[in-house]
């Protein structure tokens, strides 16, 4: 069972590169272009909360 809190949708991410920009602590783009997490722990989940936002294909889930 996944206890992630942070999630990509990699059908929903168009690979534009932003968050791994912006957070690379937290994600990363993996070999096809898209956005994967490296480590969900890598930045306070309300800045991580603020880039889903930014997110132009709201691909990126933060769990409560
Ligand atoms: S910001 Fe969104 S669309 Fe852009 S790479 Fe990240 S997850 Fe994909």
Redesign the pocket.
């Known amino acids: 069972m996944s206890m992630s809190k942070v999630v990509?949708d990699q059908k929903l991410?168009?690979?534009?590169?932003?968050?791994?920009s912006m957070l690379p602590e937290v994600?990363q783009?993996d070999d096809s272009g898209?956005?994967t997490i490296k480590n969900e722990n890598g930045a306070p989940l309300e800045k991580i909360k603020e880039i889903a936002n930014?997110?132009?294909?709201k691909?990126?889930k933060v769990k409560k």
């Open positions: 990509v991410c168009i690979g534009c590169g932003l968050c791994a994600f783009m898209k956005s930014m997110c132009p294909a691909a990126i």
